[in-house]
């Protein structure tokens, strides 16, 4: 049986089975980029490879930055 997985306060989100369950979960996602928030917290609606869509618009170079709960 395969474990859930769950969203826990300032858990950093690294695969992309993790930024699925945020998407599913609707989760406020924090950007940050050198341990500085960039962008205000908002939901993902949507992922790939090299950048993460969020639900204000913005699109966000996945590389560069880290996703906090």
């Known amino acids: 049986m395969q474990e859930k997985i769950k969203l826990t306060p300032g858990q950093k989100l690294i695969t992309n089975k993790d ?5 599913a979960a609707k989760a406020k ?4 980029q050198n341990g ?5 917290a908002s939901t993902i ?5 090299d950048s993460i869509r969020m639900s204000d618009g913005s699109i966000i170079h996945r590389a ?3 996703f906090f709960v």
Do not use: S
């Open 45 to 49: 609606i949507g992922y790939n490879d």
């Open 64 to 66: 560069a930055n880290t």
């Open 19 to 23: 930024f699925e369950v945020a998407i």
């Open 36 to 40: 500085m928030q960039i962008r205000p």
């Open 29 to 32: 996602i924090k950007p940050m």
